[in-house]
């Protein structure tokens, strides 16, 4: 079944609203002005934000699951291995130096581009598996 955006939206703040605001009258009138903001093409510019991000989250998950079924381990190993080689630089520099450096032991130097594409592939990871996750409830529950 497909998920309607817009609804799936207005679902979401409906159900925040409600936790939200249990005040009879405040509620009424938040809900009113998601109304007007659904009526004034907001949610659905919103929905379309949100249908193109899942759409650019499953081309990224697709790729990544043909990657996964490779044959060729360093095309699958090569996200994980960014990941262990930041944690061991972050571990390396901020954890054990300080008391590493009496033994002469030198920090390692990684240049600010090399962290920001680590951090971008180790973010762009985590991102996927989180809007797989997203995908999956969405679907599972129906829109609802």
Known sequence: MAIDPVTAILNVGNSLIDRLLPDKAQN??????????????????????????????????????????????????????????????IVNNYILLPYLQAFGIKPIDIPDITWQVILAVVGVSALTRGGEKIVAVLKNSGGK
């Open 28 to 89: 009424d009138a938040a809900k009113a002005e998601l109304v007007k903001m659904q009526l004034a093409g907001e949610i659905q510019q919103q929905a379309s934000e949100l249908q193109a991000y899942i759409q650019t989250i499953q081309s990224v998950n697709a790729t990544m699951q043909d990657e996964s079924k490779s044959h060729h381990w360093l095309q699958w190993a090569w996200r994980p291995i960014f990941g262990i080689t930041g944690a061991a630089v």
